[in-house]
């Protein structure tokens, strides 16, 4: 039955009793409460909104910057490194030449023959550039020269007084390669000979490592010995040598380097100028030129070099033949120790050079056997006192001195231990 039905009938009989209106009333309230949709339900409360972060914004790179027309290009950030390249040939072994690059872009070179530096170059204090170590532009040079510019030298490096010496009740007898004396190792000391390399880069810069094996009796000497030098070029401008030496035998062993240093560049003059400094209060006077095994205070002397001077100032009164200083010094403190050896300044370009090291003595020559004859680098011709040496030692000759002579004697089963750090800086 509809509510349509009902309605219907209420209006045909309008007759119907007031009881029966009632009913039928009632009725109807409860078929309309029946059939009509239920209320909908309360709403619920509405729901808290989470906050959604602000996405970040997009970066927008930056526009590329173009230099002006004709604007200089910046100069590029040198990196560490060590190369090799071919150098020539001796006796038939190749000769590999090694570059090695600091970040400070101070570049260095050095070889297999003679684990020699050919090169170093270093700012001076306006930041201009020069090679600082005598040398030659080819192999042929070093082959043919008879100064030790930038040598390895051993197995005895600096004299033995007439070229011989006595060790465990047997007489040696070596080379007298220089009258009748024995010099830097003999006619072919390890200056002339080619050493096998192993280049490294390292956090502290790069470096390489040139070893070489003595045989028993070259240049006369007992035992065979295995020599090694490693050469690191710092990136705080230091220049790191490592000399070590082991034999199956007892011998005698005493390594030294060799350049030729002027820090004005190499053919730019004499380095009488150049003011040194060196650590050492007493010197070991010779006769002439060979230690006679006596130590000398340097004060009062030419060869007092305590304070920094001029290395003309007294160099006349040096004396030798020909003039100069070419002498062992005594270097100040414990020898087993690095501890400095010398100071060494331009004061026309700025550059400085300090060294130190841990042997008892440092050979100061101030090129007095230059004569100009000799040709380098770019035909430059090296004139008496174009450089000057610097190096650390045992004693010269100290085999035939008993005091000294334990300074020298390598034993089976020791090292040889040799170190040295030069530091290039400019005032």
Known sequence: MTMTKHRGALAANRLVSPFVALALAAATSALVACCAAPPPPPAAPPAAVAATPAAPPVPVPAAPIVPEAGAPKPAPVPVAAVSKAPFGTVDGHQVELYTLTNTNGVVMKVMTYGATVTSLVLPDRDGKRADVVLGFDDLDGYVKGKSYFGATVGRIANRIRDAKFALEKKTFKLAPNEKRDHLHGGVKGWDKVVWAAEATESPTGPAVTFRY?????????????????TYTLTNTNQLRLAMRATTDKTTIVNMAHHTYWNLAGEGAGTILEHELRLYADKFTPGDPMIPTGKLKPVKGTPFDFTAPKPIGRDLK?????????????VVDGAPATLRPVARLEDPRSGRVMTLEANQPGVQFYSGNF????????????YEQYAALCLETQDFPNAINVPAWRDQVILRPGQTYSHDMVYTFTTE
Not at 317 to 329: E, K, L, Q
């Open 317 to 329: 009164a040096a004396g030798g033949n020909p003039v100069g200083y070419d002498h062992n010094f």
């Open 370 to 381: 230059l004569d100009g004859k000799v040709k380098g680098k770019g035909g430059h011709a």
């Open 213 to 229: 094996v003595s045989k028993d009796g070259e240049e006369g000497y007992p035992g065979v010995v295995t020599a090694s030098v």
